[in-house]
C-alpha cells in the first residue's frame, strides 16, 4: 500500500539531506529497540534522527497496517463515516493519515504524543496537507518504578439501542487494537463506531 502523495512528499523533503549511513545507524538502533522490547525509560523517537529513521523504515508498514484495519471497518459499515478521532501515543500522525484518505470528510483530530521530536515531525508533516482541526497536545508517560505503563483502550463502543456492543463496534475495536498498537510500548485509540 503506497503512503498518499502528501505524506510521502513530506517525508522525501525531510530525509533529503540525511546522509544514509548516519540513517542507517539510527534506523538500526530504534529497530533494536523495538526488537527488545525495552522498556528503559526512554521514548524509542526521543531524538530527531530516530524519528527519521522511523519515517524511513516503519512508517509505510505502520500505514499499512493501519489502514487495513480502517479498512475493516468501512467494509463492515459501508455507511460510518467519523467526524472525530483520538490517536494516543500518535507519533507522526499515521492513524490521522490512514483516516484522512480513508474518510475524508474528518472534522476533528486530537493527536497525544509524549515525543517532543515526533510531534514536531507530525504537525509539520500536518501542516500543510490535513484538512480536519487537528490538535497535537503533549502526552503524558505514567511509570511506576522507573518503568512505563501503557495507556490502556477504551475501545469497545456501545450501541444506545439495547446497550450492546455491535459487531462492526467489536470488529472496530480488535482491530484498532491489533493493527494499531506497536511494540514500542505505545498504544492507539482510531475512530469507532457509536
Same mark, same amino acid.
Not at 522498556?39 to 508498514?61: F, I, N, Q
Given at each position: 500500500?503506497?503512503?498518499?502523495?502528501? %505524506? /510521502?512528499? *513530506?517525508?522525501?523533503?525531510?530525509? $533529503?539531506?540525511?546522509?544514509?549511513?548516519?540513517?542507517?545507524?539510527?534506523?538500526k538502533t530504534l529497530s533494536d529497540?523495538?526488537?527488545?522490547? %525495552? /522498556?528503559? *525509560?526512554?521514548?524509542?523517537?526521543? $531524538?530527531?534522527?530516530?524519528?527519521?529513521?522511523?519515517?524511513?523504515?516503519?512508517?509505510?508498514?505502520?500505514y499499512a497496517a493501519v489502514r487495513a484495519s480502517?479498512?475493516?471497518v468501512g467494509e463492515s459499515r459501508p455507511d460510518y463515516a467519523p467526524k472525530t478521532l483520538l490517536d494516543v501515543g500518535a507519533g507522526p500522525g499515521t492513524v490521522l493519515w490512514a483516516t484522512i484518505n480513508l474518510w475524508p470528510d474528518l472534522e476533528q483530530a486530537v493527536l497525544l504524543e509524549a515525543g517532543a521530536a515526533v510531534r514536531r515531525v507530525g504537525e509539520a508533516l500536518a501542516a500543510d496537507a490535513i484538512t480536519a482541526r487537528t490538535?497535537?497536545?503533549?502526552?503524558?508517560?505514567?511509570?511506576?518504578?522507573?518503568?512505563?505503563?501503557?495507556?490502556?483502550?477504551a475501545a469497545d463502543r456501545r450501541h444506545a439501542a439495547g446497550g450492546r456492543a455491535g459487531h462492526a463496534g467489536r470488529l472496530a475495536a480488535y482491530s484498532c487494537r491489533a493493527a494499531?498498537?506497536?511494540?514500542g510500548g505505545r498504544a492507539r485509540a482510531c475512530a469507532l463506531p457509536a
Open positions: 500500500m503506497e503512503l498518499p502523495i502528501p %505524506l /510521502r512528499q *513530506g517525508v522525501d523533503r525531510l530525509l $533529503e539531506q540525511v546522509p544514509l549511513p548516519m540513517l542507517k545507524q539510527a534506523a529497540r523495538y526488537r527488545a522490547e %525495552l /522498556r528503559d *525509560g526512554r521514548l524509542h523517537m526521543a $531524538e530527531d534522527m530516530a524519528v527519521k529513521a522511523y519515517l524511513a523504515t516503519r512508517l509505510p508498514a505502520t480502517l479498512d475493516a490538535a497535537w497536545r503533549t502526552g503524558v508517560r505514567a511509570g511506576i518504578a522507573g518503568k512505563t505503563r501503557r495507556p490502556a483502550l494499531a498498537a506497536d511494540r
